[in-house]
Structures are given as C-alpha cells and as structure tokens.
C-alpha cells in the first residue's frame, strides 16, 4: 500500500511538472510549505539537538546525514562562528536548542557556507534568525549544474523560509552568501529546524515511462478537446 501511494505522489508530482516548468514557490510558514510537499511523511528535518558540544564546520565539513556543512573560504571573526552552537549560546538562538551558528562575507577573499545534500531533494526550508545586516541570498544549484539565486526575506526574527522546484531539477546543494555585493559586507545568521523533501523514490524508476505516458495522454487530450 505505501509503495502505490508512494507512486500514485510520484504521478501527481510528474502531472504538475506537465503544466508548469522550473518555477520556483517560496513559503513564509512552516505550515504552507508542509502542505507543498504533502505533510510530515514526505520530509526529512534536522534540528541539530543531537549535539552536545560546540562542532564547527569551519575548518572541515560536518556530515549532518541528509546534508554537510562546510565553510569555503577564510575566517572572518576567528573561530566563533560557522560551528553548530550548543548552550552556552553564543548567538541568538531560535528556540533555545542547538542550532546552525552561520557568517558568511564578501571582501577581497569571499568566505560563503555550503550545504551539500547526501541525496537529491526537490523542497528545503529552514528556520531562521539573521542577524547583522538582514540580507542573505541562498544560491541553489540544480541537476546538471544551472544556478539559482534566492533572496531570503527577513520579516521579523525568527521566522520560516523555504521553497519548493521542479523534481526534474532537483537541487543538489545550496550555498549561503551575504545580498550586498559591497566590499565587506557581511551577515550572521542562526539557522535550526532544516527541512528537506528528497526525490521520491518510485519516480526514479518509473519516471520516463510515466513522462512518456504523460506525453501521450497530453496529446491525445490536446487532439479531443482541439
């Protein structure tokens, strides 16, 4: 029964994608992205909490399961930031519970955050505090390399952000830059409670036959209704 529902989600995934290519649909509220993906059975979240001592990312990547953290480029404030941040705080948490301590920066050597996916996902959210400036972008890169650049918004702390794309692009990492493109600009950010929706399964199976048929009933629907 799963494995059929599990398809039956993978077939109403596919007919989506016949009626709207690559978009992305970015969400404000935890609740209106849960319902994107289809609900809690569909996601994976990480929320840090497995954490007892302070583990940076900072100078090598932190495997987190569904993802790694790595910090690419120098240190900006020394060793304080890009780790994951156990109590004592040194930040402003989210919800009092271990958390993603994150400062990225644009100076003559960008120092930028990279979150690498262990398998292919098609929706991500995160619960955020941004902290210094207040402007962050998220550059997605999709299957075969094309990028994508966010604008994460920052209504008032903490807040929800995330997005959903086509599954046909699916997003293989996202790296977090400061939006000012000034020399020195540069944001920290506390990020806890990542979501992600990986590929489902049965569609990397029956995906071409189901495009293909697809394709056809399209036509044939296209040549009716004509």
């Keep these: 029964m799963k494995r059929l529902i599990a398809v039956s989600a993978a077939v109403v995934i596919l007919i989506g994608l016949a009626q709207a290519q690559g978009a992305i649909t970015t969400y404000n509220t935890r609740a209106s992205w849960e319902a994107a993906v289809g609900g809690s059975g569909w996601f994976w979240e990480e929320d840090f909490n497995s954490f007892l001592t302070d583990t940076e990312f900072r100078t090598g990547p932190v495997d987190l399961g569904e993802f790694t953290l ?84 920052n209504p008032s702390d903490p807040f929800f952000f995330g997005f959903t794309t086509n599954p046909m692009e699916w997003i293989e990492s996202i790296t977090f830059v400061p939006q000012k493109t000034i020399s020195g600009t540069v944001e920290a950010f506390a990020m806890d409670n990542v979501v992600g929706a990986p590929i489902p399964e049965p569609a990397t199976f029956v995906i071409w036959s189901l495009l293909g048929t697809l394709a056809i009933g399209l036509g044939w629907l296209r040549r009716r209704v004509g």
Excluded at 103 to 115: E, I, R, S, W
Excluded at 128 to 151: D, M, P, R
């Design 70 to 153: 790595q910090q690419d480029g120098p240190d900006v404030f020394g060793t304080s930031y890009n780790r994951i941040d156990v109590a004592p705080f040194f930040y402003v948490n989210i919800d009092a519970s271990p958390y993603a301590l994150v400062l990225v920066n644009h100076d003559a050597t960008d120092t930028t955050v990279d979150m690498v996916f262990d398998a292919p996902i098609w929706a991500w959210g995160a619960e955020f505090n941004l902290g210094l400036q207040g402007e962050l972008l998220a550059v997605v890169k999709h299957a075969g390399g094309a990028e994508e650049t966010i604008a994460v918004p």
